[in-house]
């Protein structure tokens, strides 16, 4: 199959005062593409405004049910409108491109005329000092005091009722008789009137951008980029709370978006954070993150900074305002980078004594390498040592570090005195436990042997080959009933001997206790201090 494109820009005399091209593009040999384009541009001529600048790119392609023709319109390069049809032989195709075109016209007619761009109405009247209740005199006719009193009544609903605030000074002004305040009153009287027909006209221009709103925003034909930035100029002219209405009568999945598109331009701070993180493109994230510092968070300012000092979105003049509103604002991330711009010159020129003010001002915002850095120009050890504490404290670890070596090392403490009765004091706890195993020992001994079968010879196999034989007699004194009765009374003695020296708590003073083992117990001499 043959490829056939036309690109056609038809002028008709209807169209002179208009720009209007239209491309229309195919791969289909059996598309009549010039009669196609003649009835996009004719259908424009109908639809379109004088002074309308667009341009419309259309395509057909087969699928399966037949032919379709998108056609998209844009202004000075923006993508606004979109609109798409299907026919299933080429007679039908040129019948729903018409239907498409009128869909794309009517779009982008409803949203150019939408003007976004109102009167703004100028803040009320300024109190007169002429008319203040202070300046009224009791001499003054009573219908003129009153009608005074009136006035100022209707002076505090302007806002609401201007025409009443007007009319009311203007009876002051036309009151006859003495009037001090005729001037002044009819002054005032042509403010609140002048304030009350610049209200009319923005509130007629609101009610029919809105009215177009709620016509608009439910078109397929707008793309959702363009139904987004209408609210966003919806937002800019009218506010956020007439705007937060219109998110209604977007598509569910569009009204996320929309609601922190509005809340960005509104100055919240949160919407705009979270569009800037939410966005691949780095131009349209950092504009977010601006936005957020305009709107008084200072980390996006620091943010915003650091981006516009890269390569890819790099505006300098940008990012040094912003760092400074973040700095100012308590960031100590965008003073320390801001301390760098200066100490590097990123930019700009060199600046030593800008740069120590802000890591000045970022050391105390808590920037622990800030204050490591400031430290090394310190006018002396103590001033150093301050500053790297309190980087230490705000997370430096090297900080820390310089802190503990340059810290003055303590004066090691006196070696106590101990004098002789306190060593001996302290050798009882040992002693004590000695004569404990002492006794414990010599209590076994004592049962072992009293346990002992009667015989000329006892034989115990102990410790593998070797034999331990205790030969006793019959004799009644001999050693052998003997031995377990000293024993015991040694094992007594050194228990209770024991006990005494752990549990005993002596008063200070020079002691001397000497332990002795006999044959027939422990000795024990000496005083016991």
């Known amino acids: 199959m043959k490829t056939a494109v036309l690109a056609a820009l038809i002028a008709f005399p209807s169209l002179a005062a208009q ?8 791969h289909l040999d059996d598309v009549d593409l010039k009669a196609l384009a003649e009835q996009v541009n004719d259908i424009a001529a109908r639809t379109l405004r004088d002074n309308a600048e667009v341009s419309v790119d259309g395509e057909v392609v087969r699928v399966a ?25 080429p007679e039908e195709m040129l019948d729903a ?64 009722r201007p025409e009443e605030a007007a009319a009311a000074w203007r009876v002051v002004a036309e009151s006859i008789g003495p009037n001090p305040f005729r ?37 397929a034909a707008v793309t959702d980029d363009t139904k987004v930035e209408l609210l966003v100029r919806y937002t800019r002219a009218y506010g956020i709370d007439k705007a937060a209405v219109l998110v209604a009568f977007l598509p569910v999945s569009l009204r996320g978006p929309a609601d922190l598109a509005i809340g960005c331009e509104a ?18 994230a950092v504009d977010y993150f601006g936005r957020a510092c305009n709107a008084g968070d200072a980390a996006s300012c620091a943010e915003a900074g650091d981006r516009w000092l890269a390569r890819e979105t790099r505006d300098v003049a940008k990012a040094i305002s912003a760092l400074e509103a973040g700095c100012a604002g308590g960031s100590a991330r965008a003073c320390t980078r801001l301390a760098r711009v200066y100490e590097e010159g990123d930019g700009t020129d060199v600046n030593p004594a800008r740069a120590t003010e802000m890591r000045d001002r970022s050391c105390t915002a808590g920037d622990g390498a800030s204050c490591r850095k400031l430290a090394c120009d310190a006018a002396d050890t103590r001033a150093a ?8 404290n705000d997370g430096d670890s090297l900080s820390c570090t310089l802190a503990s070596v340059s810290a003055p090392r303590p004066q090691p403490a006196p070696a106590p005195v101990v004098t002789r009765a306190e060593v001996k004091s302290s050798r009882r706890p040992g002693a004590g436990t000695a004569l404990l195993g002492v006794a414990i020992v010599a209590g076994t001994g004592a049962v072992f042997l ?60 020079p002691g001397k206790v000497t332990v002795g083992v006999t044959p027939t117990g422990v000795m024990l001499s000496g005083p016991l201090p």
Request: one cysteine or more.
């Open 183 to 219: 001037e002044a009153a009819a002054a005032r009287a042509k403010d609140w009137q002048s304030w009350a027909e610049n209200k009319r006209v923005f509130e007629e221009q609101r009610s029919k951008d809105s009215a177009r709103m709620r016509k608009v925003l439910p078109l």
């Open 450 to 509: 009293a346990l002992a079968d009667d015989g000329d010879h006892v034989n115990h196999r102990l410790w593998g080959s070797h034999d331990l034989t205790i030969a006793a007699r019959d004799s009644g004194s001999s050693p052998r009933r003997i031995l377990p009765i000293a024993l015991g009374a040694t094992a007594a003695a050194a228990a209770v001997a024991g006990v005494a020296l752990l549990v005993w708590q002596p008063d200070p003073g």
């Open 385 to 392: 040592n301050e500053l790297w504490t309190k980087g230490c």
């Open 267 to 284: 100055k919240q701070a949160a919407s705009c954070i979270e569009l800037a993180r939410a966005s691949s493109d780095p131009a349209r």
């Open 65 to 89: 049910h037949g032919l379709l023709v998108t056609l998209e319109l844009r202004e000075n390069g923006k993508l606004g409108a979109t609109a798409s049809a299907q026919g299933s032989t």
């Open 19 to 26: 720009n209007v091209s239209v491309t229309v593009r195919s």
């Open 97 to 160: 491109a018409a239907s498409a075109a009128v869909d794309l016209f009517r779009a982008w007619k409803e949203t150019s005329a939408l003007s976004m761009n109102p009167t703004p109405v100028p803040e009320p009247p300024a109190p007169s000092a002429a008319l203040q209740p202070g300046v009224v005199r009791l001499d003054l006719d009573a219908d003129l005091l009153v009608a005074f009193d009136e006035a100022r009544s209707a002076e505090a609903r302007g806002t609401e």
